[in-house]
């Protein structure tokens, strides 16, 4: 059963760039869909962008179009992994963030269990 | 982009009732990418419905997912105390894949 794990700094200051790792078990990262989405504090979901194994070595990103020009997914394969950043974070950008992976597509069979990111100074 | 509308807001029922929730996009839409999330406080979404009707691993048949073209629901046939929760649905055939903003089932 694959296993997802968010890790990261709790706390950003504004302006700087936001990263964060999810760490995959039990399953391998070269197949699938590999997501991170975001929740503010009482609000809804928010797709950030995702992760494609598209073969022979390729992994190819996708980002939603309202975060593109300061979003980066990538992927460590040696250890299982892929990564956000987020550049000049400011408050707007304070939520639990959850990575998932989807088998048919970019819908989220598994989540990790979220990190929390604060925006301060 | 797909904007997905929840309704109702809030849907206040008793345990052993029926509950209907509905998710209306913008535009006609492959019902073979719209989902359906269950969430609680404190955790991540669980996937409940893809492809407008399958159920996901280990869901049971008490859920339920219809709908085409621009209307879809999630029908919980017996309503259990863990049920009560928010739900969302989901459109992933196309960038940006959004989300409804829920609806919250509660305790009547």
């Known amino acids: 059963q694959v296993q997802l794990q968010e890790s990261g700094p709790g706390l950003v200051k504004p302006s700087e760039t936001l990263s964060l790792t999810c760490t995959v078990s039990?399953?391998?990262?070269?197949?699938?869909?590999w997501s991170w989405f975001r929740q503010p504090p009482g609000k809804g979901l928010e797709w950030i962008g995702y992760?494609?194994?598209?073969?022979?070595?390729?992994?190819?990103?996708y980002y939603n179009p309202s975060l593109k020009s300061r979003v980066t997914i990538s992927v460590d394969t040696s250890k299982n992994q892929f990564s956000l950043k987020l550049t000049s974070v400011t408050a707007a950008d304070a939520a639990v963030y959850y990575c998932?992976?989807?088998?048919?597509?970019?819908?989220?069979?598994?989540w990790g269990q979220g990190t929390m990111i604060t925006v301060s100074s | 982009e797909i904007v997905l509308t929840q309704s109702p807001g809030t849907l206040s029922l008793s345990p052993g009732e029926r509950a209907t929730l509905s998710c209306r996009a913008s535009?006609?839409?492959?019902?073979?990418?719209l989902a359906w999330y269950q969430q609680k406080p404190g955790q991540p979404p669980r996937l409940l419905i893809y492809?407008?009707?399958h159920r996901a691993t280990g869901i049971p048949d008490r859920f339920s997912g219809s709908g085409s073209g621009t209307d879809f629901t999630l029908t919980i046939s017996r309503l259990e105390p863990a049920d009560f929760a928010v739900y969302y649905c989901?459109?992933?055939?196309?960038?940006?894949?959004?989300f409804g903003q829920g609806t919250k089932l509660e305790i009547k």
């Open positions: 998932a992976v989807g088998f048919g597509g970019v819908v989220g069979d598994i």
């Open positions: 492809g407008a009707f």
């Open positions: 992760i494609y194994y598209s073969g022979s070595t390729n992994y190819n990103p």
């Open positions: 039990g399953g391998s990262i070269s197949s699938y869909y």
């Open positions: 989901q459109y992933y055939g196309n960038s940006p894949y959004t």
């Open positions: 535009q006609s839409v492959s019902s073979a990418y």
